[in-house]
């Protein structure tokens, strides 16, 4: 009703329709508007595009079919109070625009910073060639052609830095007067965060100088440096992409680190201490750290209480690797208070989790009579291939309902039309007949009886399977239980507890051999 009334002024409204995506982490919603009149579309556009409705600056364009990417444009450096309609006015004289849109900080302030969105690619190349470096209001523009994500370099800039440890009651043309003895300044930007823990401000902020060796100057001369009320914090600035990169990769050196230096220890009596466990440690090297895991204790009876309790569990961080190599070999033979002492090197969560998962498939692998691990091939997608489960039973498809059981053999050999019955005795077709007979007869193929039974199961078993899990992973899953024991299916037919647990342990198997596919891993039930 709001956003009729917004825009019913402007023209007749067929009807409107607002979208909250579903995967959106900003939880914005968009709508859809059908004006009656087109002039009255384009009316709205240009007069509310960028303007604050319900506390928030929105965007209004015209639907296209197809938006290309050469005709959009990046354009930086404009002053914070320019509206997305002001600044599509400024660039209207190259060509069609389809979208104008400013970049706002999660408190609406702007980032001087958008995106124009031209109907061609011509119009886009002009608006550079013109733009880019002129003045505007003020501020010299900065435009260029816009570039995917994916496109990006994550170099971090030379010319741009990364400016902290200034009072948030700093302004922008302080902070360009501080900077300006360095270089020329392009750009100044302070932002500004409100800290919910502690409920103070902080600020940071971006300087950008016209060369690189100027950016150089100011870092060396500042970084690190006390001033009054602020200690200079300066580093060359990186994109996000940059930036989470280096971050993972610091930390994956961190967890190689930590697996050499880290100890993890159980068994442990529950009365122990820290000051009395580190006495203990501290006989094989230097402790740096030392933490005793604990688990929290909830009881309600007078009122709700929290309370650590001890679990025997414990970490120890060694300044060396050696150190933490001598500690585990020596700590096995320790016993405390009557308890003998675990001792083993820290792993991650992660490789935790993965080690749990393949012992988890192998004692599945191990139930089923007859079946050894070493006949096991896991192929492409989880498949598995050998005397093992193959995701296919014989007589029962991956993924459909049982087949019927294939047809006898013929008794004689066919009789062509216009040609006599061959004797019995005799084949069909002129053969020439072996001197002696073979030494070695073929593999007699399996009993009739067997494949019949394995089918009959196998109808017996797909409903079911089917209940407790989906039509996507049923035939995948009737076909693993097949690879048994025939008489142990039959078992399990006949106790349906029995049965939803191979079932449940089945689906965990798939889960693990589909752990790098998203896609196949919807199929599973949760």
């Known amino acids: 009703m709001d956003l009729y009334s917004a825009l019913s002024p402007y023209g007749e409204i067929n ?32 007069e509310m595009n ?25 354009v930086k450096n404009f002053p914070a109070e320019v509206k997305a309609r002001e600044l599509e006015e400024q660039f209207s004289g190259f060509g069609t625009i389809i979208s104008c849109v400013i970049i706002y900080d999660q408190n609406e302030r702007s980032l001087r910073y958008g995106f124009i969105q031209f109907e061609a690619s011509e119009s886009a190349d002009a608006a550079i060639k013109a733009m880019d470096g002129q003045s505007f209001r003020g501020e010299t523009l900065s435009v260029s052609k816009f570039l995917p994500i994916n496109q990006r370099t994550d170099e971090a800039s030379a010319n741009n830095l990364y400016v902290r440890g200034f009072p948030p009651s700093t302004t922008e043309a302080e902070l360009k007067k501080r900077f300006s003895e360095f270089g020329e300044v392009t750009s100044v930007a302070v932002i500004k965060q409100n800290l919910e823990n502690d409920n103070t ?12 060796e100027e950016a150089e100057t100011a870092r060396n001369a500042l970084h690190g440096k006390a001033e009054g009320n602020t200690t200079w914090l300066i580093v060359p600035h990186m994109n996000k992409r940059a930036r989470i990169r280096k971050l993972q990769e610091d930390y994956s050196k961190k967890v190689e680190q930590w697996k050499k230096t880290n100890v993890f220890i159980s068994g442990l009596p529950k009365t122990i201490d820290e000051n009395k466990l580190r006495d203990i440690c501290k006989a094989y090297g230097k402790v740096e750290e030392l933490k005793l895991i604990t688990t929290k204790n909830i009881t309600y009876a007078q009122g709700q209480s929290v309370e650590d309790m001890p679990t025997g569990k414990a970490l120890v961080c060694y300044s060396t690797p050696e150190q933490a190599a001598n500690a585990i070999k020596s700590l096995q033979n320790i016993m405390i208070e009557g308890n003998k002492l675990i001792a083993r090197a820290w792993k991650p969560k992660e490789e935790r989790v993965m080690n749990q998962q393949n012992f988890a498939q192998k004692q599945f692998m191990m139930m089923v009579p007859g079946f050894y691990p070493n006949q096991m091939n896991w192929g492409r997608g989880g498949r598995a291939r050998g005397r093992g489960f193959s995701g296919r039973g014989r007589g029962m498809p991956g993924m459909r309902p049982p087949m019927q059981p294939p047809a006898a053999p013929r008794s004689q050999p066919p009789v062509h039309r216009g040609q006599p019955s061959a004797p019995r005795a005799q084949p069909s077709a002129p053969r020439a007949q072996p001197s002696a007979p073979r030494a070695q007869p073929a593999p007699a193929p399996a009993p009739q009886s067997d494949i019949n039974r394995r089918q009959t199961l196998g109808e017996k078993l797909y409903p079911t399977v089917i209940n407790l899990t989906n039509s996507q992973i049923a035939g995948k899953i009737t076909g693993m239980l ?15 507890t029995e049965l939803k647990t191979k079932v449940s342990e089945a689906v965990e198997v798939l889960r693990s051999a589909w752990a790098s596919d998203p896609e196949k891993l919807k199929m599973l039930p949760n």
């Open 201 to 212: 401000e902080r600020a940071f902020g971006f300087v950008c100088f016209g060369k690189p």
């Open 50 to 74: 960028g303007e604050e409705f319900l506390g928030k600056h929105i965007t209004v364009s015209l639907i296209y079919n197809s938006r290309k990417q050469e005709a959009n444009v990046f």
């Open 15 to 46: 009807f409107t329709r607002l979208i909250k995506p579903r995967n959106n982490a900003f939880n914005q919603k968009c709508a859809f508007v059908s004006f009656k009149d087109s002039s009255a579309a384009l009316r709205a556009k240009q």
């Open 482 to 496: 097949l690879e048994m024991n025939l008489d142990l299916v039959d078992q399990l037919l006949q106790n349906p």
